[in-house]
């Protein structure tokens, strides 16, 4: 039997999602649920629950699973530091931990890795624990693109290209060869609230539905910590947008109930395409 991918889990369906992708892969896992946040669906796995700052008490049950291979899963809010619950090996940290947690979200995020790795484990990503849970190449629903909407595709992935050194957001709306809408900090889903409020305004005119949504990573992204994701939400909000459709790199961007959001686009009309990687330049 091989080593279980130990799961750190946070908030949402992503953790459990993971664990049975990866179980359908035929990988053992071990959840690690952090209090306050995982959901308690995790028990129907081999797991353990644990505080922030219980960092013993997690590299110890990892090394009793035989776990060396780590991903982390899941939305955490970030905690002061009396509220980590300190262990002794967390006491011994606490001085990495307290640099941790003065950064912003990315330098969080890299941080947390490097504390991992520096410990024996090695930390992977969604694409390595669970792959089915990313976007397939092609069409993955019951509607196909039309050649306007190959050629918004087009505008809003070389509008992105040029835009990912600056570290702008991950997705554009394009209608036609015209990009109308391009993610900033409000994230996808006011993006496409934007792109509603533009159409109720009269401020973006098409006949019928139409224009695409583009969700790419960012150039040099790290897809083990920050793994661009639509969901049930996303397809909601683009049908009310009314756009055509919803183009996403395959192998690249993480697809949250992925049977939910596929019979959501069927029908409401939206196609589902997977960008080959080859076509973005996958990290």
């Given amino acids: 039997m091989s080593a279980p991918v130990g799961l750190i889990c946070g908030s949402g369906r992503l953790p459990i999602e993971a664990a049975e992708a990866a179980l359908a892969d035929g990988r053992e896992v071990f959840l690690v649920g952090l209090r306050g946040a995982a959901d308690p669906e995790i028990e129907r796995f081999p797991h353990v629950w644990v505080r922030l700052g219980e960092v013993g008490k997690l590299f110890k049950a990892l090394d009793g699973a035989g776990a060396r291979e780590i991903t982390l899963l899941g939305g955490v809010q970030r905690p002061s530091i009396k509220d980590l619950g300190l262990d002794m090996t967390g006491l011994i940290a606490m001085p990495e931990l307290k640099r941790l947690l003065s950064g912003g979200d990315d330098a969080l995020l890299r941080g947390l890795v490097t504390f991992v790795e520096s410990r024996g484990y090695r930390v992977i990503g969604v694409r390595e624990a669970a792959p089915g849970l990313l ?17 918004a595709v087009s505008a809003a992935m070389s509008v992105l290209a040029a835009l990912g050194p600056f570290d702008v957001g991950q997705a554009a709306v394009a209608l036609g060869s015209r990009v109308v809408a391009i993610e900033a900090a409000e994230g996808t889903d006011g993006m496409l609230r934007r792109v509603t409020r533009m159409v109720q305004k009269r401020r973006l005119r098409r006949d019928g539905r139409g224009g695409v949504l583009v969700k790419l990573p960012k150039p040099g992204q790290d897809l083990r910590i920050d793994l661009p994701a639509i969901g049930p939400r996303t397809v909601e909000l683009a049908i009310q947008a009314g756009l055509a459709g919803i183009a996403v790199a395959a192998g690249g961007v993480l697809i949250a109930e992925q049977a939910r959001v596929i019979a959501m686009a069927d029908e409401g009309g939206l196609f589902l395409a997977g960008i080959p990687q080859g076509a973005y330049g996958a990290s």
Wanted: avoid cysteine; glycine fraction near 18%.
């Fill in 135 to 151: 976007a397939p190449e092609g069409i993955f629903g019951a509607h196909e693109a039309d050649g306007a909407s190959a050629e």
